[in-house]
C-alpha cells in the first residue's frame, strides 16, 4: 500500500514560516508527482501545490503563490513545502499525495490519505 507520512506542523504566528516534510518508506518517490493539500475545519480538502517526478515543474493554488515554496530531494525520498508569511487562514491539517503527473497544482491521488499534520496560523 502507498502512503505517505507527513510532519512539521505546528503553531506558528500570522507572518511566521514552517517546512512541512512528506516521506514515504519502502518505496521510491522518484517515480511520483507528489501534491500537498490541506483541509480546514468544515472544509473541503484543497490542493495547494505539485511538484512533478524531477522536480523540473512546480505549480501553486492562487492563495499560497508567492508565499509557499515545494521542492523534493529524491536522494533523501523526501518532499518538503516551505511556507513563509503563513496567514490565520492557511490553518489546516496538511497532508500530502503521490500521482503519476500534476494536474496544475493538484494531483489524483494513487497513495492513502496519511494522517496529516497540523498548521495552525495564531497570534
Known amino acids: 500500500q502507498l502512503q505517505l507520512v507527513e510532519s512539521g506542523g505546528g503553531l506558528v504566528q500570522p507572518g511566521g514560516s514552517l517546512r512541512l516534510s512528506c516521506a514515504a518508506s519502502g518505496i521510491t518517490l522518484d517515480y511520483y508527482a507528489i501534491g500537498w493539500f490541506r483541509q480546514a475545519p468544515g472544509k473541503a480538502r484543497e490542493g495547494v501545490s505539485c511538484i512533478s517526478t524531477s522536480g523540473g515543474s512546480t505549480n501553486y493554488a492562487d492563495s499560497v503563490k508567492g508565499r509557499f515554496t515545494i521542492s523534493r530531494d529524491n536522494a533523501k525520498n523526501t518532499v518538503y513545502l516551505q511556507m513563509n508569511s503563513l496567514k490565520p487562514e492557511d490553518t489546516a491539517v496538511y497532508y500530502c499525495?503521490?500521482?503519476?503527473?500534476?494536474?496544475?497544482?493538484?494531483?489524483?491521488?494513487?497513495?492513502?490519505w496519511g494522517q496529516g499534520t497540523q498548521v495552525t496560523v495564531s497570534s
Open positions: 499525495a503521490a500521482g503519476r503527473r500534476c494536474s496544475d497544482y493538484a494531483i489524483v491521488p494513487l497513495s492513502s
